[in-house]
């Protein structure tokens, strides 16, 4: 009899977590529901008032089937899921409500959704350039600063002599900005793009740098030992035992070091450039048009959470024999 | 001391005598201060392939898999031969050691048994003259470790010839089931201070040992000589501190 009252119990138990997931999520979808309602059923006050709000009523279908894709896909993180997406629901919801409705605030100053969303929608092209524009620069700088610190980092990590000299001189300066140099990569290099494509080098250079000579500076001396006992060429030490052991804290630096080079990339468009994300927001900021502002915005963090999704993946399919980052015991039989 | 060719030797003391020393040297990972290595009538000079060692447990490398593992200590050793035949010869090993099913695995995935199994598997493979083993099983609980005793021993006689092998252990019973000789340690400084010959032939099964009376004395003269050592080291220690004090 008491082993039946238990059963029941945990079951009773599942179902409330079960159900308590699912009204949450539902919570998600109601609210975005309810913002696409109001958007299409609702005038907006005649201040926020534009043309035409089907752009800020796609943007907010795609919020919706994100997220239940990202429920469909990954339903264990359901709980973190829901939490980031009944923020941003939310957000939109008030935004649309306060601003672009009841126009609380100085609309100027604070436009609703509809008027900012229809920017995509007239801007595309010199938005769509800008993006390309901006991540072919932050990209070369990016993919040159890894091809040359990574080895050096290694080596430098390897031999002591030049552990001595590097170690210091990479700690002293990698905390100086890399906009620091603005002034005269200007002058000495040819166009905007290279001396942009030199400054997100630098700054994404030391960071990248400092994590792999700590890579390898706190290998296991055991592993090392182990692997000296295969007598292997430098190269092969370097290659294939080095770089691999190293490989978690490459990837931390290497993080901070594309995290560096955005801000970089988008001080020097907002100084010093004719295109770009940086630019795009500084340009319109000029004529005091807030609503390109902040789709600019918009638009960066997007791209913001593109690439370190990418970045994200790339680090997990490297590190997935590391027991932080692999997926457990099932995988790998 | 010389070893002879094909014979086991176990190398036992106290920790801290230097026993992993003795490893390191002999598998040339730290040059000797004084003497020489001579494997064959050749000097020691670096670390080499014709010297195959597994260590406590950390032999194989994390970021390979089992498989990737042998291969790459495979394509090392000076008669590597094509990228087929390394492949089949770790496939073997691997199966051999019963981790066919955890070839694509990696070793953090794996329990610490499967993974000196692997390391074995890794050493046998690449098949060096001289085998060097720094307290393989220590890590291990004991019933893994008893069946890890069996799977060396197995392994070791089934081959064509006969390895030489320089095992360091802390246990008694396990150096006396293994060896043909234990060579005694003692602390500081490092000296072996006596070698006995194991006579009791093989194959050798746990069960008739344990009640063997010559095993039994050997055991307890083995002890005897640790344990007077282990007394008179206290003892030195105590004296040393009274004159201090």
């Known amino acids: 009899m008491s082993e039946n009252s238990f059963s029941l119990g945990t079951i009773i138990g599942r179902s409330n977590i079960v159900s308590n997931n699912v009204l949450r999520s539902l919570t998600v979808f109601i609210i975005l529901f309810a913002t696409i309602i109001m958007t299409v059923g609702f005038p907006d006050s005649p201040q926020q008032a534009v043309s035409d709000n089907r752009a800020f009523v796609v943007f907010l279908l795609l919020i919706t089937v994100i997220y239940g894709a990202k429920l469909y896909f990954n339903y264990e993180k359901i709980v973190s899921t829901t939490d980031i997406f009944l923020i941003i629901s939310l957000g939109l919801f008030l935004w649309e409500l306060l601003l672009g409705k009841l126009a609380l605030l100085d609309s100027f100053i604070f436009p609703g959704p509809a008027k900012v969303f229809i920017v995509f929608q007239t801007d595309t092209q010199r938005m769509t350039e800008g993006v390309v524009n901006s991540l072919s620069i932050l990209f070369s700088g990016y993919f040159l600063a890894l091809a040359l610190a990574i080895p050096i980092g290694l080596y430098a990590g390897w031999k002591k002599r030049l552990f001595d000299v590097v170690y210091p001189i990479s700690k002293t300066v990698s905390p100086i900005p890399a906009t620091v140099y603005l002034p005269y990569s200007i002058v000495l290099l040819p166009t905007f793009r290279a001396s942009s494509i030199f400054l997100i080098f630098i700054g994404a250079f030391w960071p990248i740098l400092v994590g792999s000579i700590n890579g390898v500076f706190s290998i296991d001396p055991r592993l090392i030992n182990s692997a000296r006992s295969l007598d292997l060429s430098d190269y092969q030490m370097i290659r294939k035992i080095l770089l691999p052991a190293a490989l978690p804290s490459i990837f931390s630096g290497a993080m901070i070091g594309l995290i560096l080079s955005f801000i970089t990339l988008t001080v020097a468009e907002m100084i010093a450039a004719t295109s770009g994300l940086g630019w795009y927001i500084e340009y319109y900021h000029q004529f005091a048009n807030y609503d390109k502002v902040i789709a600019g915005m918009i638009l960066m963090i997007a791209v913001v959470i593109v690439i370190m999704n990418i970045f994200d993946r790339i680090q997990k399919h490297f590190l997935r024999w590391h027991p932080a980052y692999g997926e457990g015991e099932n995988s790998a039989s | ?245």
């Open chain 2, 1 to 245: 001391m010389s070893i002879g060719n094909g014979e086991f030797t176990s190398l036992i003391g106290p920790s801290g005598c230097g026993k992993s020393t003795i490893i390191d040297v002999i598998s040339g990972l730290r040059p000797p201060s004084e003497g020489s290595v001579l494997i064959d009538g050749g000097r020691v000079k670096g670390p080499g392939t014709d010297r195959g060692t597994v260590f406590q447990d950390y032999s194989l490398f994390p970021w390979m898999t089992t498989f990737e593992n042998i291969c790459f200590a495979i394509e090392h050793t000076k008669n590597a031969g094509e990228r087929k035949e390394i492949e089949k010869t770790a496939q073997k090993f691997l199966e051999l050691v019963g981790l066919g099913k955890f070839k694509n695995a990696y070793p953090n995935t794996l329990s610490g048994g499967m993974r000196q199994r692997a390391s074995i598997a890794r050493m046998f493979s690449m098949d060096p003259k001289v085998f060097l083993m720094d307290e393989p099983f220590g890590a291990l609980d004991s019933l893994n470790r008893i069946y890890m005793q069996d799977l060396l021993l197995h392994l070791w006689s089934e081959g064509e010839q006969r390895k030489t092998v320089l095992f360091v252990t802390h246990d008694i019973d396990e150096a006396l089931l293994l060896s043909d000789r234990v060579a005694i340690m003692t602390p500081s400084p490092g000296r072996i201070k006596e070698i006995i010959k194991v006579p009791f032939p093989r194959p050798r099964l746990r069960k008739d040992l344990s009640i063997d009376p010559n095993y039994l004395t050997l055991k307890s003269h083995l002890l005897s000589v640790l344990y007077g050592e282990a007394v008179e080291e206290a003892k030195k220690q105590e004296d040393e501190l009274k004159r201090v004090v």
